[in-house]
C-alpha cells in the first residue's frame, strides 16, 4: 500500500479541491469519477481520478487470510429490490479508496512534488505519498489504495447517504 500518515515536512501551498459526491454508495455502487481539482479562485487546476468500492463480509468458509475477510459487493437478484447501507445495521463493511492519477492543467514551476490529503468517516486526515512532478508532463500517478473497515451504524448510514469527500492536492518545492 502506498500510502502515509505524514505530512511534507515544508509549507505546502493548496492547488485546490475537489468533493466526491457518495450518491451510489448508499446502494453499494461504486464510485468511479475524474473530478475536477478547483483552486480558492475558482478556476480549475486539474483533475484527479478516484474510485471507491464497497466490500462485505465473506462467508466464514472463503475466509483464509486477513485479506479474504472482505469481497467486492455483488448485486445476486438485479430484480430484488436494491440493498442499502442501512440495511448492514451493525455489521462490518469494507470500502476501499483507490487515488489513481492526478492530472495538472499546466506544470507549475513552483512546485516539484504533490500529493493529496482526505479524511474518510472518523478515520482521521490521510495524506497520499508525495510525488514528483515529471518533468515531461502533467500526469501524476499517484497510486494510493487504503482499506476503510466500518461497523455500520445510525453515523455512518447518515454519512454515506448525505455527505461528500472532500479531497486537497497541495504542492510542495521539495520533501
Known amino acids: 500500500m502506498a500510502s502515509t500518515t505524514k ?13 466526491v459526491y457518495f450518491g451510489g454508495l448508499n ?3 461504486p464510485v468511479d469519477e475524474r473530478c475536477l481539482i478547483v483552486s480558492k479562485i475558482g478556476t480549475t487546476a486539474g483533475e484527479l481520478h478516484i474510485r471507491i468500492e464497497p466490500y462485505v463480509q ?15 459487493y455483488e448485486r445476486k437478484d438485479v430484480d430484488a429490490a436494491e440493498e442499502q447501507v442501512h440495511d448492514y445495521m451493525d455489521r462490518a463493511l469494507q470500502y476501499r479508496v483507490h487515488i ?6 499546466r506544470k507549475s514551476r513552483k512546485y ?19 510525488r514528483a512532478l515529471p518533468e515531461s508532463g ?3 500517478r499517484v497510486a494510493h489504495e487504503r482499506k476503510y473497515t466500518v ?3 445510525d453515523a455512518f448510514a447518515k ?15 521539495d520533501i
Open 159 to 173: 454519512y454515506v447517504a448525505s455527505t461528500n469527500l472532500m479531497l486537497e492536492t497541495s504542492g510542495s518545492r
Open 151 to 153: 461497523d455500520v451504524n
Open 27 to 29: 446502494y453499494f455502487f
Open 58 to 72: 465473506a462467508p466464514l468458509a472463503q475466509v483464509h487470510t486477513e485479506d479474504d475477510a472482505f469481497v467486492r
Open 112 to 130: 516539484a512534488h504533490i500529493y493529496v490529503k482526505y479524511a474518510f468517516f472518523k478515520a482521521g486526515s490521510v495524506h497520499t505519498e508525495c
Open 138 to 140: 502533467c500526469d501524476v
Open 7 to 19: 505530512a511534507p515536512e515544508n509549507k505546502p501551498a493548496l492547488l485546490g479541491t475537489c468533493v
Open 100 to 105: 489513481s492519477t492526478v492530472t495538472l492543467l
